[in-house]
């Protein structure tokens, strides 16, 4: 398979770029699953821009280098936010149905960390409405072309002499029947959202597995900041739901926490912006509230506001805890602390280059520089569509010396037969390990001693994988326990390195160096 654009993702990130990309050339896009099942659909809360006089780019900037901890680069903050309510007139002019007001203008919530409204939304299903007219117009476009049940196994890298120049061609993809195939591109771009399912409990869809992180590094490529996972204060806690997240918007509108005594606690921990604390300071809240009184959960209470503001506000939230027997008009909602967001990742620049040659990477996959150590709320669809711009602007200005770039192959081992792997228990059990690891040693709160317990165990983890790959046909399910295994192993190191409790690594070791 050639074409001049490899996408690899079909969330906002890789099918925005997919769009603009297609003004240029033929874009393949590759999605592990349906073109639905992303992390941009299961964003609920909205995308964050400057959009009227009471708000400015001066206080979103503040805010967002506030919630980095000092480890945001400003430069591309202010970027990013300058660029914001261009891209949101983008969305609008591609069909996007944000909630307006009666005057016509965009409604905004707000949500922790913000001094400010300025999320637009749609409703609690902004991330739905957004996939949504995005695949509406790319369907439209005779030059995408989607591939859907399709997963990057390793990218292609040029080989001259013997010494790898670290140039990227490509990338070998292996589909549902489990047949390897070879994808060759000008520019090859990874948009495979985040990491999640490394952890026991995560708000992600269950494709985000880390595959881009995981690619890229094995290419060659930096990665950054893998020490900066966040955790969202509120997923649903119900053994029924699924990864069913309460979005921060509820807090936004006037939920409180509480515990398990029925008390507001954030007096305690946050006393001066309480439930709007950014999401690091109130998931470390809820996690030591819990671990204070031993409960499995604690409450968020908007039992406060009326019934029909609740159902319009937040018609998925509503419904879905209604199907379980939660009227959140009448009760509070059981939540806990929940992996959502990697803000590290694969290291880029400005136009979204990766250290490797004609790689890109963007959204949760990609580290820019703009989240730093803790990401504000609703400023990760607004940075996957501000770089999606940047990247296609880079390729727009250089395409005469892409196009005119080689795509030749290189030898791949997988392609050689293997004996088909007959136990899947080999592959659930090490998943398993990895999770609990992951979600009991390098969680929200961490601890030095505990940090290298992890990195023995999952050391012992990686080196039974490995005998698994290179024993048995690859298959998906062989590929993301490589990756998650991989991609936990970055994060346990990066936080080992990081000898100073800073944005979202919060470690009992080093707790006043930032005064927390």
């Known amino acids: 398979m050639e074409s001049d654009f490899l996408v690899v993702g079909s969330g906002i990130a890789g099918l925005s770029f997919a769009l603009k990309a297609s003004e240029l050339g033929t874009v393949n896009v590759i999605t592990k699953k349906k073109e639905v099942d ?7 809360g909205g995308i964050a821009a400057v959009l009227n006089e009471d708000d400015s780019f001066v206080s979103h900037v503040e805010d967002t280098l506030l ?23 983008e ?32 409703y609690d299903l902004t991330g739905r409405e957004i996939e949504r007219a995005l695949v509406e117009s790319v369907s439209r476009k005779s030059q995408i072309a989607l591939f859907e049940n399709h997963m990057c196994v390793d990218l292609i890298i040029e080989e ?8 990227c061609l490509g990338a070998y993809v292996i589909d549902d029947t489990g047949t390897i195939k070879i994808f060759t591109a000008k520019v090859v771009v990874l948009c495979t959202g985040g990491t999640g399912k490394v952890y026991l409990y995560t708000s992600n869809p269950d494709i985000a597995t880390g595959d881009g992180v995981a690619v890229a590094y094995r ?17 649903l806690f119900h053994h029924q739901a699924k990864n069913f997240l ?16 029925g008390q507001r606690f954030l007096d305690k921990y946050e006393p001066d912006q309480m439930e709007l604390a950014t999401r690091d300071k109130v998931a470390r809240a809820i996690d030591t509230e819990m671990k204070r009184t031993g409960a499995d959960c604690v409450y968020l209470d908007i039992s406060h506001k009326d019934r029909d503001f609740l159902q319009k506000r937040f018609p998925t939230i509503y419904q879905k805890c209604l199907s379980l027997g939660i009227d959140i008009a009448k009760q509070p909602i059981p939540v806990v602390p929940a992996a959502h967001y990697l803000c590290g990742g694969v290291r880029v620049d400005i136009y979204g280059r990766t250290t490797v040659q004609d790689l890109f990477a963007l959204g949760e996959t990609s580290c820019t520089g703009l989240h730093g150590g803790n990401r504000l709320a609703s400023n990760s669809l607004l940075e996957a569509v501000v770089y999606a711009e940047n990247v296609f602007r880079f390729c727009q200005k250089n395409w005469q010396a892409l196009k005119d770039k080689r795509t030749t192959p290189i030898h791949y081992e997988y392609l050689n037969g293997k004996e088909q ?19 009991n040693y390098v969680g929200i709160v961490r601890k030095e001693s505990r940090l290298i317990v992890a990195r023995q165990r999952i050391a012992e983890v990686r080196k039974e994988i490995r005998e698994i790959v290179n024993t048995f046909k690859v298959t998906p399910n062989m590929l993301e326990l490589r990756n998650i295994s991989l991609v936990a192993s970055l994060i346990i190191d990066a936080s080992l390195s990081r000898k100073e409790s800073k944005g979202l690594h919060y470690i009992l070791d080093y707790p006043a160096i930032d005064g927390k």
């Open 421 to 439: 792997i007959d136990e899947e228990i080999l592959i659930n059990h090490n998943w398993d390990i990895i999770r609990r690891v992951m979600w």
């Open 67 to 89: 919630a980095g901890d000092g480890l945001c680069d400003e430069g591309v903050v202010r970027m990013v936010v300058e660029n914001g309510p261009a891209r949101i007139k």
């Open 38 to 44: 992303t992390a941009t659909n299961l964003a609920q």
């Open 91 to 122: 969305l609008v002019s591609l069909g996007v149905n944000f909630v307006k007001e009666k005057n016509g203008d965009l409604s905004l919530g707000r949500e922790g960390g913000h001094s400010r409204r300025r999320v637009a939304h749609a």
């Open 219 to 235: 290419a060659g490529a930096k990665v950054d900041n893998m020490e900066f996972v966040q955790f969202h204060p509120t997923c």
């Open 160 to 167: 001259e002499g013997g010494e790898v120049s670290k140039r």
């Open 246 to 261: 309460i979005s921060e918007a509820v807090r936004g509108e006037g939920a409180i926490l509480l515990n398990q005594e």
